[in-house]
């Protein structure tokens, strides 16, 4: 066993002689994802799906685990979207109810805890618990399941509409020892439910903490989930997360992940199509500066015929940042007539920015419609020079056609809130006096041109 494993599980001993007993299932399963990490270990980039990230940073990390929730409510609605919502909101991996909104669920909605429902030792997430993203998937699985403590469910009955959005709030404190939390969220969508869900993982300039979250989405027929996750943590702040989501019949899933934040982050979004008219729409943009790296990985499952998915994601990067993206379609044998697409852009603000891109399709069926692409550039100079013959200083012009880059993906937003996250984070604050709709307008022009 590594001494970067050793420090891991020992953390994990002390943790576990703590804690108050639980139920055996849940022992059981701790057991089976502690020994599953040991025998894995963290991936190295001689590992194929890892080749572009080196992870040591969180390996030989010296990480603690949080106790309480201490926020103050100041800082924490500095940090907090401003948008009405009913909210479950985590200090460094540990709930905090006075900074969570609950008392107005409407009726057929349960969102609560992890931590009550594993008291509660609760069926209905015992069973589906661990069953799309086991401790087999990667080392980083294992580890969240052996520590599976903490986290959030969200279950919705059938027929249900929840029009206020549910944001899942994780802040992240910036104190004198680094710590690391390892959430679980559990979405199960029961026939002709919707919702949106917002996962906002925020925190406090100069925190340096590690942040390690497994998540499961189930939708039954005909479920509708508008899923945004912002990332926008510290750029000290180590961020791994690996989301497995199954459709049934007519489904539909549009996920939103757009990552600002951290320094070390990687993505993997698993779709599995299971099911006739089953949708999946993923549309990404991460956005890297100084010496940050973000890796996303996704891939999509067409596992029944007549499904269909979309996939655009887009990264900016600056200075030495540093971008991968790994994006596989797969089309099973007898999976006819379905529709998979999927596109990659990256635009360098820097001599020095690098990315790694990797589209892939992958098809054993033969009536299908399915295209892939990547393209990597940079700002074109005379674009820029157009816009400064308006009147606009270059600084602004560079943000204005950065702003327009991101806009393919930009205007599937639906919410405010979240799009002016992501608009002053990718092109600083644009003058009030200009008309930015129509410049915008003719920034995305130019850049066609």
């Not at 055996?24 to 980039?45: C, D, K, L, S, V």
């Not at 979405?187 to 590690?210: D, K, L």
């Not at 599995?272 to 993923?282: Q, R």
């Not at 499904?307 to 006819?336: C, P, W």
Request: hydrophobic content about 40%.
């Amino acid at each position: 066993m590594s001494e970067d494993v050793k420090t891991f599980l020992d953390r994990l001993a002390e943790r576990n002689a703590a804690r108050e007993p639980e139920p055996t299932w849940i022992a059981a399963r701790r057991q089976a994802g502690a020994a599953r990490f040991e025998a894995m270990g963290f991936p190295h980039r001689r590992v194929e799906a890892w080749k572009y990230t080196d992870v040591r940073a969180i390996a030989r990390g010296d990480f603690s685990l949080a106790r309480d929730a201490e926020f103050s409510p100041a800082s924490a609605a500095a940090l907090t979207l401003p948008i009405e919502a009913h909210r479950l909101t985590f200090v460094d991996g540990v709930f905090a109810p006075a900074l969570s909104r609950l008392d107005e669920l409407p009726e057929g909605v349960a969102l609560m805890p992890l931590s009550a429902a594993l008291e509660e030792n609760h069926e209905a997430v015992g069973g589906p618990l661990g069953r799309l993203t086991g401790v087999e998937f990667s080392s980083f699985a294992a580890l969240n399941t052996a520590f599976m403590e903490e986290g959030a469910v969200l279950r919705l009955a059938p027929g249900t509409v929840v029009e206020k959005p549910i944001v899942l709030q994780f802040l992240s404190r910036a104190g004198e020892q680094a710590v690391m939390s390892h959430p679980r969220i559990l979405i199960q969508m029961a026939g002709r439910s919707e919702a949106t869900v917002i996962e906002h993982h925020v925190g406090e300039e100069g925190a340096a903490n590690f942040t390690n979250l497994v998540e499961e989405i189930i939708l039954e027929r005909g479920a509708i989930l508008n899923h945004y996750k912002l990332q926008e943590a510290s750029l000290k702040d180590l961020h791994v997360a690996s989301l497995h989501m199954e459709q049934a019949r007519d489904s539909r899933y549009t996920s939103f992940n757009l990552n600002l934040g951290g320094g070390l982050v990687r993505n993997d979004l698993m779709a599995e199509l299971n099911g006739e008219g089953a949708e999946a729409n993923l549309y990404g943009l991460f956005y890297g500066q100084g010496r940050q790296h973000v890796d996303n990985h996704t891939l999509v499952n067409h596992n029944a015929p007549r499904t269909y998915s979309k996939e655009n994601y887009k990264g900016i990067l600056d200075d030495r940042a540093h971008g991968v993206f790994n994006g596989k379609v797969m089309v099973k044998r007898d999976s006819q007539q379905i529709e998979g697409y999927q596109s990659n852009a990256n635009l360098l603000l820097s001599d020095r920015a690098e990315i790694d891109t990797k589209p892939e399709l992958e098809i054993y069926a033969d009536d299908v419609k399915c295209s892939h692409g990547s393209t990597t550039g940079q700002l074109d100079e005379e674009a820029v020079f157009a816009l400064r013959t308006r009147g606009i200083d270059e600084q602004t012009a560079r943000g204005l056609l950065t702003l327009a880059f991101a806009g393919e993906v930009m205007d599937q937003v639906a919410l405010d809130a979240v799009a002016e996250r992501v608009e002053l984070a990718v092109a600083g604050k644009l003058p009030e006096r200009f008309n930015l709709a129509g410049l915008v307008e003719a920034a995305v022009a130019l850049n066609e041109e």
